[in-house]
């Protein structure tokens, strides 16, 4: 069958057409844009289709440090985005009005105008949502919610010596992602998902998983929001089966809470209930639980799961980290039960050091947090004027492992906390950004910190633990077989996907000999 030749010629054009679309799209981007003096990868200066890939193969803080090491402290990471190296650049970012965070974020609301703590971007309404839910976290709550932390503590103690009786390596990851999530279902809304002791609501944590992946491969590709072509990224690592579930069951914890008293348990919802479709200005909508909740519990969960698995494994390593900070906490506490929220706990400066270390080499959320120019004057940047629409950042893996800040930065050093002068830990201090910088610093910080140190010191009080033999006790680890940047044997591997997730380490656990409960 042959086509008229009118037709063919109007494919023709179009192809002509086509081609010099993209020619003139990629010498504008390349020589004309207002980024195009910055260095950076070739792909990133064209489209942010650079950071999708990286995004789904979770290894965007990986790639982002690959290239500081190659372009240098400034790099060009996508068509619109700089990502910085420094704490000068981190000031100029993360402390100054002039910034908000990105718009990138409006791409991964859970719902049209429905704001989380997380992607609100005006300033106001943040910080009656961070108000709101800081209720839950300043040291009141702390104290309120300590009896729960507690018991979901001691099964997790309890799951771990019932591991004891046959020596068999008990992974990790997945004990301490369902401690942590027992724990944040309960001090939100009082709903005990119990999935330390029963298999029910397990697949909960893999859903926030999924729901997580995909919200990152929404943000660092907005166009595909902005074409609604979301549905594509459905497709990677069967998103919508393993997030759908998770979602009914957020659907049906915030069901079950609101059809009870306010005051009928105390948690964050009773402390907020006051405030909900109050009518004030400064009330929250009751729709906005749904996007409160989705994020409280991928943030008050698998980020302090990641910190602590990454202490097992780092200790696990290291003998001489391990038998101080045993050392410091069996004779600190003498007995199990006095472990809790008190000056001797956070008088532990080992233990405090080894959880600073622990976020530092492998911090919960590695990524880049973006902010954007909010006014018309000149935006400076570590000696850079910033062209308006420009999405900046520092990424936190990358300048939590920059050997300007932290000498030898792959190497888990708890000392350096401790032993470095006054001058060298304040330009530590500076730089140390786990839990982001500025006003949008995570507000769960203390309850993080609380959390890690509670369950490091009762394992550390009743048992003795090391790491698994053969291939079991690899997991986690890099290997030198590995890609560039997860190749060290010694870091712990996190997969970015706005917060991370990761396997292992896999430990056998004894219990202690010659001591009380």
């Known amino acids: 069958m042959e086509f008229p030749d009118s037709i063919v010629s109007g494919v023709g054009y179009v192809g002509y057409a086509i081609a010099l679309y993209l020619i003139l799209f990629i010498s504008y981007r390349l020589t004309l844009h207002p980024l195009s003096s910055y260095p950076g990868p070739l792909a990133a200066k064209l489209s942010d289709l650079y950071n999708l890939y990286h995004a789904s193969s979770m290894g965007e803080h990986l790639a982002t440090w690959r290239n500081h090491q190659s372009y240098g402290p400034v790099v060009r990471h996508g068509p619109n985005k700089l990502v910085f190296n420094s704490v000068t650049a981190l000031q100029d970012i993360y402390y100054n009005e002039k910034v908000s965070k990105s718009s990138t974020y409006l791409n991964i609301m859970q719902a049209p105008n429905v704001h989380s703590v997380f992607t609100v971007i005006d300033k106001r309404q943040h910080r009656i949502k961070r108000r709101l839910i800081g209720q839950a976290l300043n040291e009141r709550g702390m104290r309120l919610f300590e009896p729960i932390l507690l018991q979901q503590v001691d099964i997790f103690i309890r799951q771990l010596s019932q591991s004891c009786q046959d020596a068999k390596p008990i992974n990790m990851s997945p004990r301490l992602r369902y401690l942590t999530l027992d724990i944040i279902t309960l001090l939100a809304f009082g709903f005990p998902l119990h999935t330390q002791e029963k298999e029910e609501y397990r697949y909960v944590s893999d859903g926030i998983v999924a729901g997580n992946y995909f919200q990152n491969m929404k943000l660092q590709c907005p166009l595909l929001t902005q074409l609604r072509m979301t549905e594509i990224l459905q497709l990677f690592r069967n998103v919508r089966g393993r997030r759908e579930p998770y979602r009914r069951v957020v659907r049906t914890l915030i069901g079950s809470r609101m059809a009870q008293a306010e005051d009928a348990k105390q948690d964050l919802y009773s402390m907020v209930a006051h405030e909900i479709d109050a009518g004030g200005p ?84 590695p990524g880049t947090p973006w902010r954007e120019q909010t006014d018309s004057t000149p935006l400076i940047i570590d ?135």
């Open 282 to 365: 400064e009330n929250i909508q009751k729709s906005d639980l749904w996007a409160e909740a989705i994020f409280i519990f991928a943030a008050g969960g698998d980020t302090t799961a990641t910190v602590v698995a990454a202490l097992f494994f780092y200790l696990s390593r290291k003998s001489l980290c391990y038998d101080k900070l045993a050392h410091e906490i069996r004779t600190t506490f003498k007995s199990s039960s006095d472990i809790r929220n008190c000056p001797e706990l956070s008088g532990c400066q080992y233990l405090r050091a080894c959880i600073d270390e622990a976020l530092r080499m492998s911090p919960p959320a």
């Open 383 to 517: 000696g850079h004027v910033i062209p308006r629409g420009t999405h900046v950042g520092v990424n936190v893996y990358s300048i939590l492992h920059n050997e300007k800040y932290f000498p030898d930065p792959f190497v888990f050093t708890p000392e350096r906390w401790l032993s470095l002068s006054e001058e060298q830990t304040k330009i530590m201090r500076d730089a140390f950004i786990p839990f982001s910088a500025g006003s949008r610093t995570c507000a769960g910080k203390a309850m993080a910190y609380l959390e890690a140190s509670l369950v490091i010191a009762k394992t550390l009080w009743h048992f003795d633990f090391r790491k698994a033999e053969g291939a079991l006790g690899e997991v986690g680890a890099g290997s030198s077989s590995n890609s560039y940047g997860r190749h060290r044997p010694e870091e712990f591997q996190l997969f970015e996907m706005i917060s991370s997730t990761h396997d292992g380490p896999n430990l056998v656990f004894h219990p202690r000999v010659n001591h009380s409960q």
